[in-house]
């Protein structure tokens, strides 16, 4: 399945659950994830969305590192399982619908 299929389907997921799942452009900042996820009660993740198989870029893991250095979660989805795996998790653990 392809990237942007992927992460259509965590948005529609994120939104059925009760979230937003903004799509996060960084001008100037390459590397940035793809989504930032907001759950109910005030809880907040970065989402960075691959294909099955897919890697994450040099760019990509130096700025995962950086904004987990913040103190901010983030999450790597490859492929569709691992899309409907973060749904229920995170929608369990943030009181997503």
Do not use: H, Y
Request: aromatic share 8%.
């Amino acid at each position: 399945m392809r990237e942007r299929a992927i992460e259509e389907f965590l948005r529609d997921g994120v939104r059925r659950q009760g979230g937003i799942a903004f799509k996060f452009v960084s001008p100037g900042n390459v590397g940035v994830p793809d989504r930032l996820v907001l759950w109910p009660n005030g809880k907040m993740v970065f989402v960075e969305v691959k294909a099955e198989g897919g890697r994450l870029s040099v760019m990509q893991e130096r700025q995962r590192k950086r904004i987990q250095r913040l103190g901010f979660q983030v999450a790597v989805v490859k492929g569709i399982e691992e899309a409907k795996m973060f749904l229920s998790t995170w929608g369990d653990l943030c009181g997503g619908k």
